[in-house]
């Protein structure tokens, strides 16, 4: 048959459906995919194959996914952003005030900290630490020591709960520090009474409460995350 | 043939597209609320993707949750003006749900060959040719000038991702017969697709 005779073109345009179809082996598709990143042609045939192609996958009967994949999802994003944006800025941070004078201000963090870059006073954070060895917040005190600043460094479903925050300086009881967000930033202003206990060692703790917090003052919930509070 | 419902649904998928065209721009600038729209709208046709090829509910879950990852790092990638945002997504789709089969982690499952199932897939149902689009109804027409068997191994490579080998083993014919099928089936397909 005269359409068997390959040409250079119908070439590419053989491998590319034939990868797109799906019929290569481990090797080949390797192979196939190293020779499309050297070759560019290959991509736009590889492009018309799966346009072409694709449209075959509107005969399957969709299936929903169990509501696991997404919770799933959002964890894997919310610790990857954590990791790459706040974690490496605060290192580069460190490294910045300790080397030069260069600070890149990119997060919320650094600009909180920029202002302390002149005093003595290294500010307080703390790594909030899930029970599975995550990161599951960042807390980082105001220059002033009157209010403290809480990332969520993973995503939480905590269904029709809330979070709250505590304070557990050496010694003494958890306090309340109020309630907290699963999935963005809160600010919190500390009370007077609070300012001297927020100090290196003491601990903070996140815990899961009904709506409306802890009803009876302390942590009634399981405590998802906790950390102490350290000098940059 | 009633030409106002294939009118309306011609214009509901062009709603639908332009849905999900907006979707993946709102993603590639880092909007996660726009993926979890993309999620909402799309998650079960992928999910059925990936199960078509892998047989196993724990590993079509792994591979969706990566085919979102790497949604939400490639989307910027997503060009709207050389393909329609499903076919994208399921691209990623397939060849994650590829590359795991293929990688052996996903054990192998001797299929039986499922040809009464092909062959019916190779008759959509009036439903399904109503609701196709022109690009579909041009693939289908044009699967329907191949002989019936290679267009059976055709639709089956696509929705399996199996390879040659094993599809060659299900049809019961040799490596060779079944290499020439395919590749003669592709260029008469795209000989029809452009005509």
């Known amino acids: 048959m005269s359409d068997e005779q390959t040409t250079g073109s119908s070439d590419a345009t053989l491998v590319a459906g ?3 179809l799906g019929v290569l082996s481990a090797a080949e598709r390797g192979a196939f995919e190293a020779r499309m990143a050297r070759e560019p042609a290959l991509r736009t045939e590889v492009e018309y194959w799966e346009q072409r192609l694709g449209v075959l996958a509107s005969e399957l009967k969709p299936i929903d996914p169990p509501p696991q994949v997404w919770t799933n999802i959002q964890t894997v994003l919310a610790a990857n952003g954590a990791r790459s944006g706040l974690w490496q800025n605060l290192l580069f941070w460190r490294w910045a005030t300790i080397g030069s004078a260069a600070v890149a201000a990119a997060s919320l963090l650094v600009l909180v900290y920029v202002a302390r870059i002149p005093t003595p006073n290294a500010p307080l954070i703390a790594k909030l630490e899930s029970t599975g060895g995550q990161s599951g917040f960042i807390a980082a005190i105001d220059s002033g020591g009157a209010g403290l600043t809480v990332v969520p460094a993973s995503a939480l479903d905590v269904n029709q ?3 709250q925050l505590w304070l557990i300086a050496p010694g003494d009881h958890p306090r309340s520090l109020g309630l907290i967000e699963p999935g963005r930033p809160v600010h919190i202003n500390l009370p007077a009474e609070l ?25 009634t919930g399981p405590v998802i995350a906790s950390g102490k509070l350290t000098k940059l | 043939m009633n030409i106002s419902v294939g009118s309306a649904v011609a214009i509901e998928q062009d709603a639908a597209r332009k849905q999900l065209i907006a979707a993946l721009v709102r993603v590639a600038g880092g909007d996660r609320g726009a993926l979890r729209l993309l999620y909402r709208d799309t998650s079960a046709k992928l999910f059925a993707v990936c199960m078509r090829i892998l047989h196993d509910e724990g590993e079509a879950e792994d591979v969706l949750q990566d085919v979102y990852i790497t949604v939400w790092r490639r989307a910027g990638t997503f060009n709207p003006a050389r393909a329609s945002p499903i076919t994208w997504l399921v691209a990623i789709a397939r060849n994650r749900s590829i590359d795991r089969l293929r990688s052996g982690t996903g054990a192998k499952r001797m299929q039986a060959i499922d040809e009464a199932s092909a062959v019916s897939d190779n008759a959509p149902s009036a439903l399904a040719q109503l609701e196709s689009s022109q690009e579909q109804q041009r693939l289908i027409d044009c699967l329907s000038e191949l002989e019936p068997r290679h267009a059976v ?3 089956s490579a696509f929705l399996e991702g199996v390879t040659y080998d094993e599809l060659a083993r299900r049809m019961n014919i ?9 590749r003669r089936s592709l260029l ?3 000989g029809c697709l452009e005509r």
């Open chain 1, 18 to 20: 034939e990868y797109v």
């Open chain 1, 161 to 163: 709960q809330v979070l």
């Open chain 1, 195 to 219: 300012m001297q206990r927020v100090a290196p060692q003491a601990t903070l703790a996140v815990s899961i409460e009904p709506q409306g917090g802890s009803p009876t003052g302390l942590p």
């Open chain 2, 153 to 155: 191994a055709v639709r």
């Open chain 2, 174 to 182: 040799p490596l060779g017969t079944m290499k020439s099928w395919i």
């Open chain 2, 188 to 190: 008469r397909l795209k």
